[in-house]
């Protein structure tokens, strides 16, 4: 640790990097679901007409497979339809690239945070000019991340993320985190991880 930053500066960093780490996991497993959900959306797009047409190309035009293919592709077109639709509405496609890209901002600051933490060489003044762009960043990175409305739960499941990546005990339960299943403490737990 630099001895010539005062430990004011270092626990604004670790806490910084921490808050950071949480806030990167929160939009990484949101971007995971929106993708997972427009895959999903993808492969029922695809398969309805590559089922009819390849049952049409194998089998006898007045084959009752082809009766059966055509009402079932067309009964995944149709529920296709309305999810793709409502995909469109709620803008999963936006959403997906913004938590992506929250994702690496965030893990990003946190990495840049830590390694100023730990640098050995910056003079007390170099480090605090440091801190203060990546402290610039952190700002606008938060203002774009509000507009996402995180959750308490999802903040309570990032700090818990945050405290068991750098082995720090929670303020609440003062204890550090080894896994991500809920606890009943408000601060690092009382959330519903799914697995």
């Known amino acids: 640790m630099n001895k010539n930053i005062p430990e004011s500066l270092l626990r604004r960093c ?9 806030t990167g996991y929160i939009f990484e497993k949101r971007a995971a679901e929106i993708k997972t959900k427009l895959n999903i959306l ?5 398969i309805g007409p590559v089922a009819l047409g390849t049952t049409i190309a194998t089998y006898d035009l007045n084959n009752d497979a082809v009766d059966a293919v055509k009402f079932i592709a067309g009964t995944i077109g149709f529920i296709q339809i309305i999810f793709t639709t409502w995909s469109m509405i709620e803008g999963w496609g936006d959403k997906a690239s913004s938590y992506t890209e929250s994702k690496s901002s965030n893990y990003s600051i946190a990495k840049r945070l830590k390694d100023l933490e730990h640098n050995l060489t910056l003079s007390k003044n170099q480090f605090e000019s440091e801190l203060a762009v990546i402290e610039k960043e952190i700002e606008i990175r938060n203002t774009i991340d509000a507009k996402h409305d995180i959750k308490d739960e999802e903040k309570r499941m990032g700090m818990r993320y945050g405290l068991r990546k750098y082995q720090r005990p929670c303020a609440g339960c003062k204890m550090v985190p080894t896994n991500m299943k809920p606890t009943d403490c408000g601060i690092c737990g009382d959330f519903n991880e799914k697995k």
């Open 14 to 22: 670790s806490d910084e990097a921490l808050k950071a780490h949480g």
């Open 42 to 46: 993808n492969f029922f797009g695809i």
